[in-house]
């Protein structure tokens, strides 16, 4: 069943996504093409037809990075505690299955909102010149690997890398569910609950930000401790990394897990579509 909410979500908020993704890419081809014809030809329609096209550009960009929160704040409010909540609950699934389905497309939406705008910047600044120097720049990124395998293994620098994209991942899922947890409180209020849920979200956010700056300041004080004197070579340097990275991941998982727990536990104890 959770396949078919899968199914169901991309589909619905695919019909929002791509035609934005689409208007993204079209301004970002139009304003290489306009700047690119400003270059070679000094006339004052190319120049408007630039300055329009290189703003609209700079407006969808904007818009892509932010649309994705807004569709996450409004489906999940109106399909799980809106009018739509009636039916969704009513569904044979459990409100593990729902939560899931909404985490799952949102951050996969949410990755590729900003994969789209990394295209669209180079689109718009794709030109002969810089695509001749991107064979130099990605030999310079492999001597850099190179470089940093032969110093401290090739172990810890695949872990390094592994380790920050799951910690990216979860950083997404995270902020994902702070959203859920947040309008769940928001809805145990009868009246105001718009209101409720923007406390509720800045409540949690400066508990989490609280935690974070304590552990973070433990951290800083016991490799001072540690460290204090001592010449930390590259091994070292990349193993306080790695161990960083993991202590961040494992801090990104608690906060996911208790906000994944608020949010199932009001929907499945405390839901009041009234």
């Not at 039916?87 to 409100?95: A, E, I, K, Q």
């Not at 799951?166 to 995270?174: E, G, I, K, W």
Request: some cysteine; hydrophobic content about 55%.
């Amino acid at each position: 069943m959770l396949n078919k909410l899968l199914k169901y979500e991309f589909k619905s908020t695919a019909r929002i996504f791509c035609p934005i993704y689409g208007l993204l890419l079209a301004f970002a081809l139009l304003s290489h093409l306009s700047v690119s014809g400003l270059m070679e030809m000094q006339e004052s329609f190319l120049n408007t037809l630039s300055v329009i096209a290189i703003m609209g550009s700079v407006v969808v960009i904007i818009s892509t990075r932010g649309i994705p929160g807004v569709v996450i704040v409004q489906r999940f409010f109106k399909n799980l505690t809106g009018d739509e909540g009636y039916l969704m609950h009513t569904l044979p699934v459990s409100s593990h299955q729902l939560i899931t389905a909404k985490l799952i497309s949102s951050v996969v939406w949410e990755i590729t909102s900003a994969l789209m705008v990394m295209l669209s910047v180079f689109l718009l600044f794709m030109r002969p010149e810089v695509l001749r120097q991107i064979p130099q720049f990605l030999g310079d990124v492999g001597q850099i690997l190179a470089a940093a395998v032969g110093e401290v293994g090739l172990l810890r620098v695949v872990g390094i890398v592994l380790s920050a994209i799951v910690f990216m991942l979860l950083s997404a899922a995270t902020a994902t569910l702070l959203i859920f947890a947040s309008i769940s409180i928001g809805h145990i209020i009868s009246t105001h609950r718009v209101m409720g849920s923007f406390a509720a979200y800045i409540g949690l956010m400066m508990v989490m930000q609280a935690v974070t700056a304590l552990l973070g300041g433990s951290g800083i004080a016991l490799g001072e401790a540690c460290f204090d004197g001592v010449p930390i070579l590259a091994p070292q340097a990349a193993g306080m990394v790695l161990g960083i990275l993991w202590v961040s991941i494992l801090l990104q998982a608690c906060f996911a897990g208790a906000l994944y727990f608020i949010t199932q536990y009001v929907l499945s104890h405390r839901l009041n579509l009234e």
